[in-house]
């Protein structure tokens, strides 16, 4: 099955640092998405992304499929980013939207 | 817009007792939903995914099963519970909104078998 890999595993900013988490991964996809796990378990999901770049906020991602990699960029970091930021991925067909899961990053962002 | 429901947020059960998980969703119709679990706060695992009522594939052989027996209702099951079955599992439905193919999750069940 497709492999995926995040970087780095932990990250500590002070607030209004910026940062940029990396998803690499094994195989062609036609799904990729990530995520932000607050410290309650909520899990929310920031993008989905295959290819291409998008922004939200002060939140970014761009995906280069051909190259197999994605990059989330964070600007301007609050306390409220905390948590764990996921990477999964899918490779469509007949996985349906079953997505593979990356092991995180963990976000702390002191005041 | 979807809504998903998950029931209970924590439970302690003992070893070799039954486990029934609940999930059910709103504001959407025959739609693909999956039960994930989180061991130790890194990275989750697929357990069972569903396309349609009666349907379930599994991902992992294991202690526990899956039914769907209505088409917005998603049941996680075990018959006798070990300690490794200890985690949080999350039931998540899959949005399809003009072909953005985003998953919502519920808020979990973190399980501790003791």
């Known amino acids: 099955g497709i492999q995926v890999e995040q970087s780095p595993p932990d990250l500590i900013l002070q607030e209004g640092a910026n940062s940029t988490l990396r998803c690499n991964f094994s195989?062609?996809?036609?799904?990729l998405q990530w995520f932000h796990q607050n410290p309650w378990g909520q899990l929310i999901n920031l993008f989905y992304?295959?290819?291409g770049t998008k922004q939200n906020g002060r939140l970014s991602a761009t995906t280069v499929a051909t190259e197999r990699y994605s990059l989330l960029y964070i600007s301007s970091s609050q306390t409220t980013d905390s948590g764990v930021y996921f990477c999964?991925?899918?490779?469509?067909?007949?996985?349906?939207?079953?997505?593979?899961f990356g092991q995180g990053t963990i976000l702390t962002v002191h005041p | 817009s979807q809504t998903i429901h998950q029931w209970p947020a924590t439970l302690v059960q003992p070893v070799g007792s039954p486990l029934s998980l609940e999930c059910t969703v709103e504001?959407?119709?025959?739609?693909?939903l999956y039960w994930y679990r989180q061991a130790a706060g890194r990275g989750l695992q697929l357990l069972f995914y569903?396309?349609?009522?009666?349907?379930i594939s599994s991902e992992v052989p294991q202690n526990l099963s899956a039914s769907r027996p209505q088409d917005r209702q998603f049941i996680l099951s075990s018959k006798k519970l070990l300690l490794s079955d200890s985690g949080f599992y999350l039931c998540?439905?899959?949005?399809?909104?003009?072909?953005?193919?985003?998953?919502?999750f519920g808020s979990g069940t973190r399980l501790t078998v003791v």
């Open positions: 999964a991925v899918g490779a469509g067909g007949t996985s349906y939207g079953k997505l593979t």
């Open positions: 195989d062609s996809v036609n799904n």
């Open positions: 992304i295959p290819s």
């Open positions: 504001g959407t119709s025959n739609p693909n």
């Open positions: 569903s396309v349609g009522i009666g349907q």
């Open positions: 998540a439905v899959e949005d399809d909104y003009r072909g953005i193919y985003g998953y919502t």
